[in-house]
């Protein structure tokens, strides 16, 4: 079974820092997609960032531009989410989600619309206070 567990999230005050951490497990990492998507309270989910494990290939929304650094383990079967200069905005759940397909047009896809990969795992909170 495709197993994806998001861990990292907490307090953190704006402008401050987090690491989030994507454990993988039931697949072969290397030929997969991984992306990292929030969903604040009342809001509608949005992608934040992908990355092709086979290439390292990424695509970041703009609102995290610059900001957020997405990066993969695939010895350890690990997708990473970088967070710097967080803002009240960035307030939401994270999760983490998974699809045997790649390529640059789906990473954008992907995140452009806040869905469509196939599996997902539990998501972690993140607050950034003002």
């Known amino acids: 079974d495709v197993q994806l567990q998001a861990s990292g999230g907490g307090l953190v005050q704006a402008g401050g820092s987090l690491r989030l951490s994507c454990a993988a497990s039931g697949f072969t990492f290397d030929d997969y997609a991984i992306g990292w998507f929030r969903q604040a309270l009342g809001k509608e989910r949005e992608g934040v960032s992908c990355?092709?494990?086979?290439?390292?290939?990424?695509y970041y929304a703009d609102s995290v531009k610059g900001r957020f650094t997405i990066s993969s383990d695939n010895a350890k079967k690990m997708v990473y989410l970088q967070m710097n200069s967080l803002k009240p905005e960035d307030t939401a759940v994270y999760y983490c989600a998974a699809d045997e397909s790649s390529g640059p047009l789906l990473l954008r896809l992907w995140v452009l619309q806040g869905y469509g990969m196939d599996y997902w795992g539990k998501g972690t909170q993140v607050t950034v206070s003002s």
């Open positions: 990355i092709s494990s086979s290439d390292g290939s990424t």
